[in-house]
């Protein structure tokens, strides 16, 4: 059964950083693309950014240039590194997994921007 620990959310006021971890368990989390997503109430469920298997790292429009992922398979571990929060980063945050085996989801973390 795949599990995931997510972590690092939070309040914080415009301008300021917070890290997102995603633990993985019970998975092929090496050969696994991981993935953000966000949902803002009232509105739909929204990509971020992704890390393939293979290295390959894309990020919505909206987060280029603040947001970075990065993953260590060895700790079964995908981060989400955000700079220069905006109000409008305010959302719950998912972890996603895809794999062969599925495709996943994490419960989520609350990011609250706010001054």
């Known amino acids: 059964q795949v599990q995931f620990e997510e972590s690092g959310g939070g309040l914080v006021q415009p301008g300021e950083s917070l890290r997102l971890s995603c633990v993985v368990s019970?998975?092929?989390?090496?050969?696994?693309?991981m993935a953000w997503y966000r949902q803002a109430p009232g509105k739909e469920r929204e990509w971020v950014a992704l890390?393939?298997?293979?290295?390959?790292?894309k990020y919505g429009d909206s987060v280029k240039g603040r947001f970075t992922i990065s993953r260590n398979n060895a700790k079964n571990t995908v981060y989400l590194q955000m700079n220069n929060l905006k109000p409008e980063d305010t959302a719950v945050y998912y972890c996603?997994?895809?794999?062969?085996?599925?495709?996943?989801w994490g419960q989520g973390t609350q990011v609250t921007v706010s001054s």
């Open positions: 996603y997994q895809s794999s062969l085996k599925g495709s996943f």
């Open positions: 019970g998975s092929d989390f090496t050969n696994s693309a």
């Open positions: 890390t393939s298997s293979g290295g390959i790292i």
